[in-house]
């Protein structure tokens, strides 16, 4: 019995202090769950609080919080300690960051005083020079004014002269020139409306002086004194009438104006032959018409027909001043796309004006397109306009078969030679003109250099000479020099087209903004040169219709113009410091142009000829990408040297700006000490070199 309450004893003792454990278990288990409310709840503690002061344990919960203190201040000092060095060198970053904020602070503020100094006298000279315009543009419409009035004043001075002197019938002329051709010119100005409001007046005068001095002319002298005085100043009156006015060339109504007042003095002296009982008689007028002409319906006509001959040559200019401005505005209203016919009716009307054949147009279904546009029929209607003008002035001069068609030949050359020529040249060398404009311009000069031939057969049916096709046999006869003009207007096209290119490739260009520092490439092409290779795809497929060698030649300078730019962008000055990845973000626009050259956009080219323009560039980069100096060095001046074309003068600049990107802390590759020396080592190599070759040269 003892035995058996020993045993049971000892049970309960041992399920005493297992419970005891087991509540002091629970208790800390219950304190760490507190603990953890407490650090990860910001700002919300107040239940926690009230569940730990509820119970009898927040001693221990004390003791067990300041333990959980300790280890965390242990943590923190820990921590401390690691980043420590890191702090302080953060710190004296800092400091130097703040130190040149200063420096940068008081050179904003200098740059802006000295902004603010150059602003106020640009103002001042700004100013200065408003007031200087204005006082100019007011001297220049005063000299308009007056270069307007002179000619008026002179006239007028001139008409005060003759009536003083009694010189009554050049101051009618006189009269009629300042009423007609100098006062419409000054109808702005007061004094130009007192005088146009006195010319009758003056007429008047002119009228009563003139009947008053033959009246007291009659009274003194006898009939046959009138009659030779009156004979003779006819004839100084009909010097003055067959004497060509300055102006008269300028228009055909000038012409018109000379003729009839010509007609119209021997119309009157045959009137009065007629009625003016032996005023006038038969042997006075031959006498006068001999002086002025020459005889045709009994009269000689040898001097007026040179006369006409000489006109004739004034009338072809006046003609081809005529078509310089029809020319021009046939240039100007041309959109210079190929004609589009979209009915029979459409491709008839062209055929109609100029007969052009192609079999393989006919056959073709509506909507056919021309190669050529507007310009090419018009032109050729203009043209054929101006050799019927010409032919239409000499149908009455009695000239023969052959002198005209030489005349019309003449004047068609140089209308073609001249006029033509220069304002096509011209409208070429307009800056607003495009490059597809430019390549529609050039294929419209092939279909008027053939269109020759067609001019030449005009010619010979207007004139009524042998078939076109006998010319050349005959002797001295001149051909026309359409081939051999639209054949150096085309070439002077095919130039505007090599400048026009390059400008926009430039144009492209220009929008490249490389970050010449960036850490990483980009992975693929910048976005300028995917829009450069469309605009060269799409511009070469409009050269189809072009000559080869041409397209060729197009083909080849921009290339040649594309690599130049991009290694000069790669040695600009202005850039200082470059990163790797530049380079390489460079090398992946390079690949892009290379295989576009590769590609054969022009065909008809040697393989590889066009990446021959990109060589020079290429070895560059792939001696920086390959970092492959010890080849370079080793082969440098032989002829099967890996990277023959790398100047080291272009490499001393590159490695340059490589160094400078470095100093600024701005490389991920760089960074080591063993690429720093490589780079050092390398200069200064590149530099020995570039001073062996300078001694050499």
């Known amino acids: 019995m003892t035995d058996i309450s020993n045993d049971r004893r000892g049970t309960i003792d041992i399920n005493i202090k297992t419970t005891e454990l087991t509540e002091e278990d629970s208790v800390d288990q219950k304190h760490e769950l507190f603990l953890h409310e407490i650090e990860a709840i910001e700002e919300y503690w107040g239940p926690t609080f009230r569940t730990i002061y509820d119970g009898d344990e927040h001693g221990k919960f004390m003791d067990k919080l300041d333990a959980r203190i300790k280890n965390h201040d242990k943590d923190i000092e820990r921590m401390c300690n690691h980043h420590y060095q890191g702090f302080i060198d953060s710190i004296r970053e800092l400091l130097q960051v703040r ?88 109808a702005c100005y007061r004094f130009a409306q007192q005088m146009r409001d006195n010319i009758p007046r003056v007429r008047e005068d002119i009228k009563m002086a003139s009947m008053s001095d033959i009246k007291d002319f009659l009274e003194a002298i006898r009939r046959d004194h009138f009659e030779s005085y009156y004979r003779q100043q006819r004839k100084e009156q009909a010097r003055l009438a067959l004497q060509s006015p300055t102006n008269m060339h300028e228009s055909l109504e000038g012409y018109r104006d000379y003729l009839h007042g010509v007609v119209g003095f021997f119309v009157i002296e045959d009137h009065i032959l007629n009625t003016g009982n032996g005023l006038v008689n038969r042997a006075y007028l031959d006498e006068v018409w001999d002086m002025a002409c020459g005889k045709n319906y009994g009269y000689t006509v040898s001097a007026l027909h040179d006369l006409l001959l000489e006109i004739k040559d004034h009338y072809n200019e006046v003609l081809m001043q005529k078509w310089v401005q029809v020319f021009r505005e046939t240039f100007d209203e041309d959109t210079y796309h190929p004609i589009r016919a979209d009915t029979l009716e459409d491709y008839q009307r062209i055929i109609e004006v100029f007969p052009y054949e192609d079999a393989q147009l ?72 495009g490059l597809l404009q430019l390549i529609q311009i ?40 359409g081939k051999v003009i639209f054949k150096d207007i085309r070439g002077e096209a095919e130039e505007q087209i090599y400048t026009a ?86 090398n992946l626009d390079v690949i892009q142009c290379e295989q576009f050259a590769a590609s054969e956009p022009v065909e008809g080219f040697e393989e590889g000829a066009l990446l021959m323009y990109f060589s020079d560039l290429r070895q560059l980069l792939d001696l920086f990408m390959s970092e492959d100096w010890s080849t370079y060095f080793h082969d440098y001046g032989k002829e099967k040297s890996k990277y023959l074309r790398v100047h080291p003068h272009q490499a001393i600049i590159i490695v340059e700006k490589l160094r400078e990107g470095e100093k600024k802390g701005m490389f991920s590759i760089l960074k080591r000490n063993d690429k720093k020396k490589l780079l050092e080592t390398v200069l200064k190599q590149l530099k020995q070199l570039s001073q062996q070759q300078q001694n050499v040269s």
Request: glycine share 4%; hydrophobic share 40%; net charge positive.
């Open 99 to 186: 130190s040149q904020a200063n420096k940068l602070r008081a050179e904003v503020v200098r740059i802006d005083k000295d902004i603010q100094s150059s602003a106020g006298k640009l103002l001042a000279k700004s100013e200065d020079l408003v007031k200087a315009r204005k006082v100019q543009v007011n001297i220049a419409s005063a000299i308009d004014s007056l270069s307007l009035c002179l000619p008026v004043l002179t006239t007028y001075s001139k008409l005060q002269t003759q009536m003083q002197q009694k010189r009554y019938y050049p101051a009618l002329k006189t009269l009629e020139q300042l009423e007609h051709a100098y006062l419409p010119r000054v």
């Open 362 to 433: 006919e056959q073709s279904p509506f909507p056919k397109y021309f190669p050529f546009s507007l310009m090419v029929p018009k032109v050729y209607r203009q043209v054929k306009d101006y050799i019927a003008a010409c032919l239409d002035f000499s149908e009455d001069l009695n000239l023969s078969q052959t002198e005209k068609e030489d005349m019309v030949r003449k004047s068609t050359n140089l209308l073609l030679t001249r006029t033509l020529s220069g304002c096509l040249a011209s409208h070429i060398k307009k800056p607003g003109l």
């Open 501 to 586: 290119l390059r400008l926009k490739l430039d144009e492209i260009l220009d929008l490249a903004a490389y970050d010449w520092m960036m850490a990483e490439p980009c992975g693929q092409s910048s976005s300028y040169i995917t829009d450069l290779i469309s605009f060269l795809k799409t511009t070469f497929d409009a050269f189809t219709n072009l000559q080869l060698r041409v397209a060729q030649t197009a083909c080849m300078s921009a290339c040649q113009h594309i690599a130049r730019s991009l290694l000069d962008m790669l040695l600009n000055e202005n850039v200082k410091q470059m990163s790797l990845a530049a380079l390489e973000q460079l």
């Open 442 to 481: 050039t294929n419209n000069t092939f279909h008027l250099e053939h269109a020759n031939v067609l001019l030449e057969n005009y010619v010979a049916r207007l004139t009524g000479s042998e078939d076109s096709r006998t010319l050349g046999s005959k002797g001295g006869m001149g051909q026309l020099q």
